[in-house]
């Protein structure tokens, strides 16, 4: 079984490797990132469709914390250190045990959630919401003994509190947009693309896909754009269209919603609308 990260990082390190472009200049369209001025690819999955018999299955995703230690205690900035921690804003709950007294603010068999500060330092909040709004509770003194934060058999990664496992193959479309990176045209995007979708290597480890699991089955002809709209010149594209079979079970992680709280405009009056289990 694969996730989903491996099928497309599999497709980014085949483009990335083929075109020859350094890794800034190949990304997913959806990456909101700031466009380079030298040629680039853009890429962007159109469609994954399901072929045969295929079903889901979802499981609980729980968040496994080996027993971290509290390094150090700022009870000015209320931040704990916890050298290379991993652990995101939200996630929770956790619950600490001390072998003396834990630090003030911080109560025994209490739930709190996670608000990430770095690497290494996180504060802490007494509910999901305040930790998603980054209100932290207030740390008033450092505690004795040795302080350790552990997992709880709810304790999970905010956005990926479920694991849903795809079973069936897939048929996938990419699509690979090659730009010239300037009015000028500096590279011809359509030799960019010709020599990607032409790499010999594209079914090897080499290049990624196969270690995804995946395998190229065709690709439409490239399609190009001179740059020209009227009398304005634009950089040129090029665009080609893959195809290409994902295996037959693939992960990928969402997030579920167990509450709502709405608050009427007029009446400032709030309810909470506690939503069913998936």
């Avoid at 030298?38 to 295929?54: E, F, H, L, T, W």
């Avoid at 150090?72 to 600490?96: I, K, N």
């Avoid at 004795?144 to 996938?172: A, F, M, S, W």
């Avoid at 010149?233 to 295996?247: S, T």
Wanted: proline share 4%; aromatic share 8%; hydrophobic share 40%.
């Amino acid at each position: 079984m694969i996730t989903w990260d491996t099928i497309q990082n599999g497709i980014l390190s085949w483009v990335r490797t083929a075109s020859g472009f350094p890794n800034e200049n190949v990304f997913w369209d959806g990456d909101k990132r700031p466009l380079v001025s030298s040629p680039y690819i853009s890429m962007k999955i159109n469609a994954v469709r399901k072929i045969g018999q295929d079903w889901t299955t979802i499981e609980n995703n729980p968040l496994v914390i080996v027993d971290d230690v509290i390094e150090a205690v700022d009870t000015v900035t209320d931040t704990l250190t916890l050298t290379a921690h991993g652990l995101l804003t939200a996630d929770g709950p956790v619950r600490f045990v001390t072998t003396g007294s834990l630090p003030g603010g911080i109560s025994l068999v209490t739930d709190y959630w996670i608000i990430r500060v770095n690497n290494n330092q996180i504060k802490l909040a007494s509910t999901f919401h305040n930790a998603y709004d980054l209100i932290a509770i207030d740390i008033s003194s450092a505690g004795t003994g040795v302080n350790t934060l552990q997992d709880t058999v709810e304790t999970v990664r905010y956005g990926e509190e479920l694991k849903r496992i795809h079973q069936g193959p897939r048929d996938c479309r990419l699509t690979l947009q090659c730009f010239g990176g300037s009015p000028k045209g500096q590279t011809n995007p359509v030799a960019v693309l010709e020599a990607v979708l032409s790499d010999t290597e594209k079914d090897s480890v080499v290049n990624g896909l196969a270690t995804a699991g995946l395998s190229v089955i065709s690709y439409d002809s490239i399609q190009s754009d001179g740059g020209f709209i009227g009398s304005t010149l634009f950089e040129p594209r090029a665009i080609a269209q893959v195809r290409f079979f994902v295996p037959s079970e693939v992960a990928e992680y969402s997030t579920f919603i167990d509450s709502a709280e709405l608050t009427n405009q007029v009446t400032n009056d709030v309810t909470v609308i506690v939503l069913p289990e998936e």
